[in-house]
């Protein structure tokens, strides 16, 4: 039998790919953040998030048997979590640049490891409060510039925005950890997009616009970057450890930083680069010593 945890060199260039695509995603959402409305985005970006986990699905003949559950309310939760936290996301990016919406992204490992204490009865480490600390340090670098006398109330309330979403993805993850007991992760993924693209579908009443070819373009890829994006990451996870991974979620803020410097001619602010190193290293402590937890489980 293969071990899939033997292919490091492909898990990393997986993980580098997702970026990108996860980056082509944020950028295409902010691109039409003030055309189109909201619900609108997020249902786009979800429905046709399905084909390629579809096609993946088919292509490792999951589809679609695998979509069978013991656990639809344990779905219903963690689905209803991640398009709640896809909203806040969104409207996030749309005040934001693409770097920092993407950093305060970064937030969800520290808070997923808290809330495993909170939910799940975990112990709170060393480890997770030194996560915690700097994660909390890098948020205070970040959003302090804006606190000032002429501070900007939209990127406050985009800072926000991304701190709820990062919360309500750790929630959805922590749910996730629950019911992939019993659930395969085909599954949760199929569920959650499809969950998601309901959720948008519901926002039609309040108000849809008309949308121009470019536009349209610009929601299709959305989904299908967004789609993509996660089977890759789903991929990297599978052929290389996290330990592995983790230092190139440095390399992984590098196409949001070029993406705003040369797409919506955003420089990173003093804050962001201030920020960086503090989130991203509470981040990678938080998702390393999960890691370490979970080893003895497997032996």
């Known amino acids: 039998m293969d071990n899939v945890t033997d292919r490091p060199l492909a898990g990393i260039l997986l993980r580098l790919?997702?970026?990108?695509?996860f980056t082509g995603m944020m950028v295409c959402v902010k691109a039409v953040?003030?055309?189109?409305?909201?619900?609108?985005?997020?249902?786009?970006?979800?429905?046709?998030?399905?084909?390629?986990?579809?096609?993946?699905?088919?292509?490792?003949?999951?589809?679609?048997?695998?979509?069978?559950?013991?656990?639809?309310l344990g779905h219903l939760v963690r689905s209803g979590l991640g398009a709640a936290a896809m909203f806040a996301s969104f409207a996030a990016v749309a005040r934001l640049p693409v770097a920092e919406a993407t950093l305060l992204a970064q937030l969800s490992p520290v808070a997923m490891a808290v809330g495993g204490v909170v939910l799940l009865g975990e112990r709170f480490t060393r480890h997770r409060a030194v996560a915690f600390a700097l994660v909390l340090a890098g948020v205070v670098a970040l959003v302090a510039p804006d606190l000032g006398g002429n501070q900007d109330q939209g990127r406050v309330l985009g800072y926000g925005l991304g701190v709820l979403a990062a919360l309500l993805t750790a929630?959805?993850?922590?749910?996730?950890?629950?019911?992939?007991?019993?659930?395969?992760?085909?599954s949760i993924a199929f569920y959650f997009v499809l969950v998601t693209a309901l959720a948008g579908l519901a926002t039609l009443p309040l108000g849809w616009v008309a949308v121009s070819g470019e536009t349209l373009a610009l929601l299709v890829l959305a989904g299908l970057f967004g789609g993509a994006a996660h089977i890759c990451m789903t991929l990297a996870l599978r052929y290389a450890e996290v330990s592995r991974l983790a230092p190139f979620e440095?390399?992984?803020?590098?196409?949001?930083?070029?993406?705003?410097?040369?797409?919506?001619g955003l420089a990173p602010s003093s804050g962001f680069l201030v920020a960086l190193p503090l989130v991203l290293g509470g981040a990678g402590l938080a998702a390393l010593e999960g890691r370490r937890l979970r080893r003895p489980l497997r032996q």
Request: glycine share 6%; no cysteine.
């Open 33 to 72: 953040s003030t055309e189109v409305p909201l619900g609108q985005t997020v249902f786009f970006r979800s429905a046709f998030a399905l084909l390629p986990i579809v096609i993946f699905m088919a292509w490792r003949r999951e589809f679609p048997g695998a979509l069978a559950t013991r656990r639809p």
């Open 250 to 264: 440095y390399v992984a803020l590098i196409w949001p930083v070029l993406a705003d410097l040369m797409i919506f």
């Open 171 to 186: 929630g959805a993850l922590v749910t996730v950890r629950r019911i992939s007991r019993t659930e395969t992760a085909a």
């Open 17 to 21: 790919l997702s970026g990108i695509l």
